[in-house]
């Protein structure tokens, strides 16, 4: 790869071919990575379609992919914001107490846990940004949502705050060949991620495409009610495909919208103000907004939560596919991996040199969309 | 403290005079409380169902509150063009046309405010936006910047007509070592404001509909056109209703502006649908909908061929000077240049660029009637803040309203 880009590129130190000491995606200055070659495990990457296949299914049933090494916060780079934001809270807290607005947090009739509830409604208001605030800080938000959901529907929810591990960018590659069209990957995103059924939100499309025209996407029909697969036709999903450049963080106005570490482009619901910038700034349709109040049935929720993942989320926001956070970073394959019937969906870490995913990327002749934009998805097509 | 004091009488003053006036007058202002009652009760329903009651949906995320900011900005913009030739280059023509041109980009600035918070998600966590307490994505967001040069805007246009008229109500001529380097601020920002917003668009790869270099500057040449147009309008009207006194020069000067730009406007007009239809490419596809539709989907035909034909005749009427300085062939033309333009830049911008999709989809949008009231509302706003602050600088110009000489005036103005 060249050393002067005009534009982004994102760099995995795929095809290189000389050792170079520290230039390889993976960190390492010597061996153990794919794309050293010194050592070239020649072996290793020359497997067989049916080897692959079954490097397909035990990537299926493997959970142990990621360390759960959790790595210190970001850095509070605007420390002295936040204590801005801290006298602005106080002053405004005391401004409405006098004009008696958080009368119940203050009322000596109601109940402890109206109080509670209401003093946690109170920080949750005037709490900061997530992508700023500190490990603790990130824990304390994390709990208060946990002990509010409590109070009001007397259940119990999980929710994480696992940051982004080292040493990992996520990555996903997508067969065209195999795919059949089934949707189990959408119903069972949409359950996981506990999406708005009202709205019949779907951060996955599958576009069902004509054999023999090549893929001509504005004739694909990406809401078909009929059996599947249909004669003569192939599959392709999308969903948002986490761009190592992405457009839609940087028109973000407020940050509310950022890469992580592990390559997962994240939202912070509470952060959001609704603009929908980053969704005209989406070049592949990655973004769902919040235009009602979600709702999901009380027994379908999925308790097993993530901040920046599938937690219940309010109308007016930003939302879409985040990896299956509280998944991927739990060591575990996102729910459309493990849906899909037919093996068509690869997920891994693109730093791993062992992994599947660098497998495709190095022994497929994989692809993008719209690469021309300079948008680096981390999401590849490819066929047998 | 004195000037304290003469300021709390000029407050006062000001708003007892602008709670008298004749019965026309009162009756305009009760019409437009009534459209923003409306506006209002229709913006509560959709603060308490979301976005949803409005046409807009994850395939065309933007509508008809953001088409009303684009254009309005740039009404905003073109209202100061006016303020150079008077400040600086001493034309007296322009000066009575100045304040009004100030008051009608605050005007336009407040109803832009309003849109984008009528637009918003969560209007409730918009405090996020404001810098040193929230978080501010500055310098990469266009968005960003758009806040700080629309507010930054607004505070020069609210705080220089406010110097001039604080002067004026005392008696007292206004210094202009204090008011030219604030006009002169004024022009370049005017310019900035309405650059940025079109940077908003422009700078999405996505949209290919807006990406594209010409739109800074056509946004720039529509806006010179139709601010003006509506100014012109707008003194018209005051000569009719107020006896403000407005030379017919300072109106030809001003349907000069409009004709230049508006000529200017044309020619980039040829040149983009040049481009997007003498050689078609993927990229065409919002163009040939807008224009023509896509796949028997038809909904912005009747506007954009509304547009056209208005923005052509209007052009080409204000070209002869026979006709342009016929008062009647004048307002005329205004009125359907204005017209022409607001659907121009609003609704055919915006829309189209959300059309086709990412994936070629073809999803259509119709406002609904929720977002058309709180529209008309905000509008009704801008109207009632204009003609208040209208009716001030008016007063406080003809020597109606001055420092210390209520008494008399009362008898006068009742
Ligand atoms: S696919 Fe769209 S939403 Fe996802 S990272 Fe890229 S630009 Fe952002
Ligand atoms: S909708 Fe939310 S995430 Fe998207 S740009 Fe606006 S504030 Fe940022």
Redesign the interface.
């Known amino acids: 790869m060249g050393d002067k880009k005009k534009w982004f590129q994102l760099d995995l130190g795929l095809g290189q071919k000389q050792a170079v000491a520290g230039s390889c995606g993976c960190g390492k200055p010597s061996g153990g990575c794919g794309s050293h070659a010194t050592e070239p495990p020649k072996n290793d990457l020359t497997i067989s379609a049916e080897e692959f296949d079954a490097a397909v299914e035990q990537e299926l049933m493997e959970d142990s992919m990621v360390a759960q090494t959790r790595k210190d916060g970001f850095q509070q780079v605007f420390d002295r914001k936040m204590d801005r934001r801290t006298a602005f809270r106080k002053l405004t807290a005391s401004l409405l107490v006098g004009a008696g607005a958080v009368h119940t947090s203050c009322s000596v009739t109601s109940g402890e846990e109206a109080k509670e509830k209401a003093q946690i409604d109170w920080e949750e208001q005037f709490k900061g940004n997530y992508k700023l605030m500190t490990q603790e800080e990130k824990q304390a938000t994390v709990d208060r949502l946990v002990r509010s959901y409590q109070l009001r529907k007397k259940e119990n929810i999980k929710m994480s705050a696992a940051d982004a591990s080292k040493d990992v960018l996520f990555g996903y590659a997508f067969n065209i060949s195999k795919c059949q069209g089934y949707m189990d990957c959408v119903s069972a995103c949409v359950k996981e991620n506990n999406q708005d059924r009202n709205s019949q939100m779907q951060y996955i499309r599958i576009h069902e495409m004509k054999d023999g025209e090549g893929f001509k996407f504005n004739e694909a029909d990406d809401n078909y009610y009929h059996e599947v697969p249909a004669e003569g036709h192939f599959y392709m999903g999308t969903q948002c495909f986490h761009c190592d450049n992405p457009p839609c963080v940087n028109v973000c106005p407020v940050q509310a919208t950022w890469r992580e570490e592990d390559g997962l482009v994240v939202v912070d619901y509470d952060w959001c103000i609704g603009c929908r910038y980053c969704m005209a700034a989406c070049p592949y349709d990655g973004r769902r907004f919040n235009w009602s109040k979600p709702e999901v049935p009380e027994d379908e929720i999925n308790k097993n939560q993530h901040y920046l993942g599938n937690r219940l989320r309010k109308k007016g926001v930003m939302e879409k596919c985040t990896f299956c956070v509280q998944r991927s970073r739990a060591g575990k394959d996102p729910a459309c991996v493990e849906a899909c019937p037919t093996g068509a969906r690869i997920f891994g870490n693109l730093l791993d040199p062992n992994s599947t995913i660098r497998w495709v990327l190095e022994n497929k002749q994989v692809f993008r969309l719209k690469e021309d934009l300079g948008t680096e998805p981390k999401f590849w097509y490819f066929m047998d | 403290m004195g000037t304290f004091r003469a300021f709390r009488h000029m407050v006062k003053d000001s708003l007892d005079y602008i709670t008298h006036g004749s019965k026309t007058y009162h009756i305009w202002m009760i019409f437009l409380t009534v459209i923003m009652l409306i506006g209002m009760y229709c913006y509560s329903i959709q603060l308490d169902?979301?976005?949803?009651v409005t046409g807009?949906?994850?395939r065309v995320?933007?509508g008809l509150y953001i088409s009303n900011f684009t254009f309005l900005v740039g009404v905003a913009a073109a209202a100061v063009m006016l303020v150079m030739p008077t400040y600086v280059l001493k034309d007296i023509d322009f000066k009575q046309a100045v304040l009004i041109g100030e008051g009608l980009a605050v005007a336009a600035l407040v109803m832009c405010l309003a849109f984008?918070v009528a637009?918003?998600?969560?209007p409730?966590?918009?405090w996020?936006?404001i810098p040193?307490?929230?978080?501010?994505?500055f310098p990469?967001?266009?968005?960003?910047w758009d806040?700080i040069v629309l507010n930054g805007y607004l505070f020069i246009n609210i705080t220089i007509p406010l110097y001039i008229l604080f002067r004026h109500y005392q008696g007292k001529e206004a210094k202009s070592k204090v008011y030219i380097p604030g006009s002169i601020i004024s022009v370049l920002w005017a310019v900035a404001i309405h650059l940025v917003t079109a940077f908003?668009y422009e700078?999405?790869?996505?949209?290919p509909f807006w990406n594209n270099a010409l739109l800074g500057p056509r946004f720039l040449a529509s806006a010179f056109a139709a601010g003006p147009a509506l100014i012109i309008l707008v003194l018209a009207a005051i000569r009719k209703f107020s006896e403000f006194k407005i030379e017919d020069k300072t109106i030809s000067k001003i349907a000069m502006i409009v004709t230049v730009a508006a000529q200017i406007n044309l020619i980039m007009l040829i040149s983009e649908l040049f481009k997007e239809f003498y050689a078609p490419t993927h990229h065409s596809?919002s163009a040939y909908y807008l224009f023509f539709g896509l796949e028997g989907k038809t909904a912005l035909l009747p506007w954009i061929w509304t547009a056209i034909p208005l923005n052509v005749l209007a052009t080409v009427l204000l070209t002869f000077h026979k006709l342009r300085n016929n008062t009647k062939v004048l307002y005329f033309c205004c009125f359907i240049l204005f017209v022409a333009i607001w659907i121009e830049k609003g609704f055919g911008l915006i829309v189209p660029?959300?059309i086709?999709?990412?994936?070629?989809?073809i999803a259509e949008y119709t406002p609904t009637w929720i977002e058309i009231w709180v529209t008309l509302g905000i509008w009704a706003m801008g109207a009632f803040v204009f003609t208040m602050l209208a009716k001030t600088s008016i007063g406080i110009e003809l020597g109606k309203l001055r420092y210390k000489k209520k008494k008399i005036l009362k008898s006068e103005t009742v």
Do not use: C
Request: proline share 4%; glycine share 20%.
């Open positions: 169902e979301g976005l949803s807009m949906t994850d995320s933007w984008v637009d918003m998600g969560g409730s966590v918009l996020h936006m040193g307490i929230g978080v501010f994505n990469n967001s266009m968005l960003a806040v908003l700078g999405l790869q996505a949209r596809e660029g959300f086709p999709g990412p994936y070629g989809k």
